[in-house]
Antibody
Framework: QVQLQESGPGLVRPSQTLSLTCSVS??????????WSWIRQPAGKGLEWIGR???????SSNPSLKSRVTISLDTSKNQFSLKLNSVTAADTAVYYC???????????????????WGQGVLVAVSS | QTVVTQEPSLTVSPGGTVTLSCAASSGVVTSDFFPNWFQQKPGQAPRPLIYSTTNKHSWTPDRFSGSLLGDKAALTLSGAQPDDEADYYC?????????FGGGTKLTVL
């Protein structure tokens, strides 16, 4: 059973850097089929994909956030992190970490699934 | 960036059938976008239901199914139960990027 758990400050000052960590159990960050993702959700609004990273060094992120986002992996601790710089009130949200898995379905066709999520952590940006 | 659109809200009667759709501004949604569907209840993390268009997770109730309908991805709920009242989100995979739909608030009434 794969489990993910977010941790980090619940309050960040405007213009500062938001930093969160996701601890993973039940899977290895060095698994070739797993990508490690961040997703957020402002209160009362929908989900927004932030980005993902693979232990090979491959990363991708939402074009609307790209210049502010860094996702990195610490394989020694089996944790990955999110850094979002120059935050504003618009970055206030519940932040989720999740696993994205690339494999095959029961028919042998390529499959991509975001299958395991953390419980989420609320981060408020306020002075 | 591609915009993914879902119905803002739908209502279904208990025991009834409802289909939620997921459209892309870039054009036809195909299996190459690996549509995923999630259910979210208040205060909870999203719960995966469907992946890669039609595949169910081991925990997905049989009454949920995924498909492609016309130029969209679709989630069909057959035999709705009160516990199915929730927000539902689709997720499309565009190469290295991913885009969520705006979500559908499903009421069972």
């Amino acid at each position: 059973q794969v489990q993910l758990q977010e941790s980090g400050p619940g309050l960040v000052r405007p213009s500062q850097t938001l930093s969160l960590t996701c601890s993973v159990s039940g899977d290895s960050l060095t698994s070739g089929s797993s990508y490690w993702s961040w997703i957020r959700q402002p209160a009362g609004k929908g989900l927004e994909w932030i980005g993902r990273s693979h232990f090979s060094g491959s990363t991708s992120s939402n074009p609307s956030l790209k210049s502010r986002v860094t996702i990195s992996l610490d394989t020694s601790k089996n944790q990955f992190s999110l850094k979002l710089n120059s935050v504003t009130a618009a970055d206030t949200a519940v932040y989720y970490c999740a696993r994205e898995f690339e494999g095959r379905d029961s028919n042998g066709y390529s499959a991509v699934l975001t299958d395991y999520w953390g419980q989420g952590v609320l981060v408020a940006v306020s002075s | 960036q591609t915009v993914v659109t879902q119905e803002p809200s739908l209502t279904v009667s208990p025991g009834g059938t409802v289909t939620l759709s997921c459209a892309a501004s870039s054009g036809v949604v195909t299996s190459d976008f690996f549509p995923n569907w999630f259910q979210q209840k208040p205060g909870q993390a999203p719960r995966p239901l469907i992946y890669s268009t039609t595949n169910k997770h081991s925990w997905t109730p049989d009454r949920f199914s995924g498909s492609l309908l016309g130029d969209k991805a679709a989630l069909t709920l057959s035999g709705a139960q009160p516990d199915d009242e929730a927000d539902y989100y689709c997720l499309l995979y565009f190469g290295g990027s991913r885009v969520f739909g705006g979500g559908t608030k499903l009421t069972v009434l």
